[in-house]
């Protein structure tokens, strides 16, 4: 009977068995790799699985959905668009008849202008207080720029207002004074066009 020997395994095939261990698992690495990067249809991915590009767009959604504008708002934002067009209106009726016109008129021209642009600066306030605080957050930079033209068409106003003090109205002087009122309430308009455009009101038209 021959005594039983130990069985070992030469030193040369333990190592090609790591070797072949090794490449195995380097393989299976890659492969999941490439399996991640590929998941998606090319698009990064963020941390919730969602592309970048899909992320903007439904923050878009988002932000247009929340500021849009309210049926009541629509009719405020009409009613407000119309008090600015009825202040250049007059702005532009001094600009024409100034230099020429009696004192009367002048007079009674100049305080038609002041109040017509008061009433379009008390709409202006009305809607910009009916914005809700998501609306308010959303057109945060348009509301911004609207306060400084506001600011400016004030400014403009008192001119006019110190014209009217004077014992005589100059025509040349009411003349230049208007006129920077006016352009005061262009701006004052185009930035009530670009909130409307923004809210979705229809039929605004922003001046290029």
Known sequence: MIP???????KLNRLALLICGILLSLNATIMLAQ?????????????TGVSDSETEQSKGFKRAAAIQARPEQITQFQQLTKSDQVARKSAQGILEHAENADQPDLFHSSKSLTDAVEEAQSENQQFLQSLS??????????IKKLGKANSDVTKENKAISRELERSKVDGKQLATATKKLDNALADFQAKHAAIGAEMGIPGVTVPQ
């Open 133 to 142: 605080d998501l609306q308010k957050s959303g057109l945060k930079d348009f």
């Open 35 to 47: 399996h991640r990067g590929g998941r998606g249809g090319g698009g990064k991915s963020g941390p």
């Open 4 to 10: 039983p020997q130990n069985f070992q395994v030469p």
